[in-house]
C-alpha cells in the first residue's frame, strides 16, 4: 500500500517510510463487538510558537464494529490533524488547539494500523476522528486517493465520508473533487449541530465566519448521485439544542437539502459543562423531526468509557487552545 501511495518517487524516498505500529490500544465494549481506539506516533511540528509541546505526537484512530445481519465489519475512524483550530465547545479535540495537519501518508498508516496491526477488516473509512479535514484539504485528498487506489487499500469510494464542520472554502474545494470520475460516490457528513445561528454561534466558532445559511446553500446545491444525501450531523446537547421547536427549526432549515440527520447524543468531554442527554430526550428529538418528515436515524454511542466516542478523541496532556482565523478568502 505504501509502495502504491509513494509509486513514482525514486527508491531511496522510501526508505524509513515503513508505517509505524501503535503505542497504546485501548478496548472497550459495545453491544456490535469491541470497540478499539489506537495511538499512532508521528513527529512533533518543527516549531510552533508559543507552545510547550511532547516530544512525541499521537494520531487517534477507532476500529468500531459494525453488526449486519450476515456479519460484523468494522469502520475506522481517522485523524486528519493532531488537535483542532476549529474550537467547537462540546468536543475535547478543540481543547488541545492546532498542533498540526497530517500528511496523506500519515493519513493512511491509520488504515494500515487497523489493517495489520490490529487485524481489523475495514470496510468503512470516516474523517470524523481528531481534526477538521477540510482544514486538511491536502492531505485528506491524497490520502483518499491513495486509499482507493486499486493496486492498494482498494477501499471502495462510496464506503468513505468526509466530515466537516461546513468549512465553506474546503467545500468547494472538494466539490471540485466530486465531480470527477472515480470521485462522486464520496460521502459527505457536515455537523449542522444547530437549528440557527445563534445556538450554532455559541458553541461552533466557525458559524461566525461561515453563518449556516451560506453552509445550507453550498449543501442545497451538492453535487449528490442519484441515490446519494448527505448526513446533517447533530450533536444532541442537553439544555442547548434539544427543544421540540429546534427539531422544528431543523427541518425547516434543512427542507431544501436530501439530506438524513443523525442525531448523535453528546458524549461528555473532559470537564463538560453539560452532561449526556437523556435517553427519552433523544428519542422525543427524533419523533419530532420524522413528525415533520425529515429522514433521521441516531447513532449508537460507543467507547465513551476510554474517550473513543465520537468528540472525545484528544490528548488531556495536551491543552493550548489557539483559534485559527478561518475566511472566505
Ligand atoms: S468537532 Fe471536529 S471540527 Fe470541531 S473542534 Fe472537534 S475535531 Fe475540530
Not at 468536543?91 to 496523506?104: D, F, H, K, N
Not at 494500515?112 to 470524523?128: C, D, E, P, Q, R
Amino acid at each position: 500500500m505504501y509502495r502504491a501511495f509513494f509509486a513514482g518517487r525514486p527508491e531511496g524516498e522510501l526508505e524509513g517510510c515503513s508505517p509505524p505500529a501503535p503505542t497504546r490500544v485501548l478496548e472497550s465494549e459495545s453491544p456490535e463487538g469491541v470497540v478499539r481506539k489506537f495511538l499512532l506516533p508521528v513527529p512533533p511540528p518543527e516549531r510552533l510558537s508559543g507552545r510547550e509541546l511532547p516530544e512525541a505526537l499521537e494520531t487517534e484512530s477507532v476500529v468500531i464494529p459494525m453488526r449486519g445481519r450476515h456479519a460484523t465489519t468494522h469502520t475506522l475512524c481517522v485523524s486528519s490533524q493532531v488537535g483542532c483550530a476549529m474550537g467547537c465547545g462540546f468536543c475535547e479535540t478543540a481543547q488541545m488547539g492546532l498542533i498540526r495537519s497530517l500528511s496523506p501518508a500519515e493519513i493512511v498508516a491509520q488504515w494500515w494500523a487497523a489493517t495489520h496491526s490490529l487485524g481489523a477488516t475495514i470496510k468503512n473509512i470516516v474523517f470524523m476522528g481528531m481534526g477538521e479535514p477540510l482544514d486538511n484539504p491536502g492531505g485528506v485528498i491524497g490520502a483518499i486517493a491513495a486509499l482507493t487506489d486499486r493496486r492498494g487499500a482498494a477501499v471502495a469510494m462510496k464506503n468513505i465520508t468526509v466530515s466537516t464542520v461546513g468549512r465553506i472554502d474546503g467545500l468547494l474545494k472538494l466539490r471540485e473533487r466530486v465531480v470527477t470520475d472515480g470521485w462522486k460516490r464520496l460521502n459527505l457528513a457536515v455537523s449542522i449541530n444547530a437549528p440557527n445561528d445563534e445556538i450554532r454561534d455559541s458553541i461552533m466558532p466557525i458559524n461566525r465566519a461561515m453563518p449556516l445559511g451560506e453552509l445550507v446553500r453550498v449543501l442545497e446545491e451538492w453535487p449528490l448521485r442519484p441515490s446519494g444525501a448527505i448526513c446533517a450531523e447533530y450533536v444532541l446537547i442537553p439544555g442547548v439544542n434539544d427543544k421540540p421547536e429546534h427539531a422544528d427549526e431543523l427541518a425547516e432549515l434543512l427542507k431544501n437539502i436530501r439530506c438524513c440527520v443523525n442525531v448523535i447524543p453528546y458524549n461528555p468531554r473532559r470537564n463538560s459543562p453539560w452532561p449526556a442527554p437523556e435517553e427519552a430526550s433523544v428519542d422525543s428529538f427524533l419523533a419530532r423531526l420524522e413528525a415533520r418528515g425529515q429522514f433521521c436515524k441516531r447513532r449508537r454511542t460507543k467507547g465513551r468509557d476510554t474517550m473513543a466516542a465520537c468528540g472525545q478523541l484528544g490528548n488531556e496532556q495536551i491543552r493550548g487552545r489557539k483559534l485559527v482565523q478561518v475566511g472566505l478568502g
